[in-house]
């Protein structure tokens, strides 16, 4: 099964500014996906990371505030732009190596804004 | 929309057996899943089971799947106080993107020693 990374595990940010959240694979994988958990709640998918084209977010996500990039088969990341307390969640990868095998999960970034 | 429901909580002395239950809406889902998440850590992948199944066990753990019914149930034996975590059900639904997740609300499993 694939083994993801992702980066920084935690971090706490000021309002108003951004920072992105990297996730490697270590190996290629077809699709790369992004959730949101926030704090006691189930996982709320953000958006699809494509390789090449732009990501397709899910409704009540937009490009704007959560810019994706995925560059190749085994790389993505998610920027939290103009971050405000309601921000304040924990985000996860997954990476699906073929329609047919189950999602794995990175550990999570764990973000809290003040 | 599509919908997936979970019991909040379970409570088992160590030694018992669990069951943790699972109903989804989308008929149309292909496979349906059971994650694990420890304090602190991401989702661990426990299990799944392709929807033309009825049972699949794996060690310690057994899922049913009642496809009329649409109920998944995951049953633990012989529960141990590092089970304890919340296990989330999730069906693969492909309505919307491509091998998007409805997960539950997440079972919050507690073990007595």
């Known amino acids: 099964s694939a083994v993801i990374s992702q980066k920084p595990s935690r971090d706490i940010c000021q309002r108003g500014t951004s920072l992105t959240i990297q996730c490697q694979v270590d190996?290629?994988?077809?699709?790369m996906f992004w959730y949101r958990q926030q704090p006691g709640q189930s996982l709320t998918l953000i958006a699809t990371?494509?390789?090449?084209?732009?990501?397709?977010?899910e409704s009540g996500f937009v490009i704007d505030k959560f810019p994706i990039s995925r560059p190749n088969l085994t790389f993505s990341t998610l920027t939290v732009s103009n971050m405000s307390p309601e921000d304040s969640s924990i985000y996860l990868c997954?990476?699906?190596?073929?329609?047919?095998?189950?999602?794995?999960f990175g550990d999570g970034t764990r973000l809290s804004i003040l | 929309g599509e919908d997936v429901e979970q019991s909040l909580f379970l409570s088992v002395r160590e030694g018992d057996s669990s069951v943790i239950n699972c109903t989804y809406t989308?008929?149309?889902?292909?496979?349906l899943y059971w994650y694990k998440q420890e304090p602190g850590a991401g989702l661990q992948l426990l299990t799944y089971?392709?929807?033309?199944?009825d049972m699949k066990q794996d060690q310690r753990l057994t899922v049913l799947l009642n496809k009329k019914d649409k109920h998944l149930s995951l049953r633990i034996a012989d529960t141990q106080t590092g089970d304890s975590a919340i296990y989330f059900c999730?069906?693969?639904?492909?309505?919307?993107?491509?091998?998007?997740?409805?997960f539950g609300k997440g079972t919050k499993l507690s073990v007595k020693p």
């Open positions: 089971i392709f929807s033309n199944m």
């Open positions: 990371a494509n390789q090449g084209s732009e990501a397709t977010y």
């Open positions: 190996s290629q994988v077809t699709m």
């Open positions: 999730a069906e693969a639904y492909y309505g919307g993107s491509q091998g998007n997740l409805i």
């Open positions: 997954s990476a699906q190596p073929t329609w047919d095998q189950p999602q794995h």
């Open positions: 989308d008929s149309s889902s292909t496979y």
